[in-house]
């Protein structure tokens, strides 16, 4: 599939749930400015530099798996999670100062798609992420909801079951931009819209875009 009119989608679908970074926005460089401002604040992390292109390749993972990918070898696992503890609020702080703009298009979509779909974001991150998001970027008016492993403990299918049971929904899809949001769509039994222009690739999705504004295009 190559392009934005060759779906598999379902003709009666009432919702749409979206993942966050490589999605909605772009935070990472950013990100890493919170982020390096802890490493380098602890004395066995603080020989760690995360660039934009490193955390291009770890967004979409948990916090935990993150933390394996940047820290192990220097920092005992006991004493990651106090590291990656402070990377929320130095990140959040850091999205405050600079906020990011959502992707071109994103506002303009989503409100013609709220006008006729409930919208919602399952997102891998921290509790108060997505919040982070919403009011740096005034789109809290367009979704009903949203929801993260922070808020549950539950990792992204079992969220997206998660949204779908609590709000009665019966023909979601979920768009997202990486493999993990795929095999996290497939396994909650949703169709995937690969989002192409965020941070990766997807095999055999349901269907492509491009931009934000060819989901309007092709529901």
Known sequence: MNN?????LPA??????YDLDGTLWDSVAVVAVGWNKVFHSFPKSSS???????????????MEDIGHCLLDGL????????????????????????PPSPYEGVAESLRILSEKYKLFIVSNCQAGY???FLRNTGLEKYFTDHVCPGDTGNAKAANIRYMIEKHNLSSAIYVGDITSDC??????????????????????????IHCPMDLTKIL
């Open 4 to 8: 934005t009119n060759s779906t598999t």
């Open 12 to 17: 009666n679908i009432d919702s749409i749930i």
């Open 130 to 132: 997505i919040e982070c």
């Open 48 to 62: 760690v530099t995360v660039t934009e292109k490193d955390l291009r390749g770890l967004f979409g993972k948990t």
């Open 75 to 98: 920092v005992p696992d006991e004493e990651q999670p106090e590291i990656l503890e402070a990377c929320y609020p130095a990140e959040e702080e850091a999205i405050d100062a600079n």
């Open 183 to 208: 095999i996290a769509s497939r396994e909650a039994g949703v169709p995937f819209v690969h989002a192409a222009y965020g941070f990766g690739e997807v095999e055999n999705p349901d269907a492509i």
